[in-house]
Nanobody
Framework: QVQLVESGGGLVQAGGSLRLSCAASGSTARINYRSWYRQAPGKQRELVAGMSRGGVVNYGDSVKGRFTISEDNAKNTVDLQMNGLKPEDTAVYYC??????????WGQGTPVTVSS
């Protein structure tokens, strides 16, 4: 079992920045993939960024060049630095990890609102 707690969401003006953090606890040694997803009202949940244990990183097309995912294995956190925020980035952001290439765990979500 892995427990995830996100933090860092809030209200920001367009062009601003936010940093989200996701802290993992429990069976963290077997985490092989850490990621951030988001879900805007009326839309499907989509991948924002992901990072494998081997360091392979992938980003959603809409955030490339603006968002950066990073992890701190000592602290068991995965962060999402979001720069150049746009109103269309408004969503609830969720942290997801995969354990042993099989089990998925989700955080409770943290809302991000970007005003124009």
């Amino acid at each position: 079992q892995v427990q995830l707690v996100e933090s860092g969401g809030g209200l920001v003006q367009a062009g601003g920045s936010l940093r989200l953090s996701c802290a993992a606890s429990g069976s963290t040694a077997r985490i092989n993939y850490r990621s951030w997803y988001r879900q805007a009202p009326g839309k499907q949940r989509e991948l924002v960024a992901g990072m494998s244990r081997g360091g392979v990183v992938n980003y959603g097309d809409s955030v490339k060049g603006r968002f950066t995912i990073s992890e701190d294995n000592a602290k068991n956190t995965v962060d999402l630095q979001m720069n150049g925020l746009k109103p269309e980035d408004t969503a609830v952001y969720y942290c997801k990890v995969v354990v042993a290439y099989r089990d998925e765990y989700w955080g409770q979500g943290t809302p991000v609102t970007v005003s124009s």
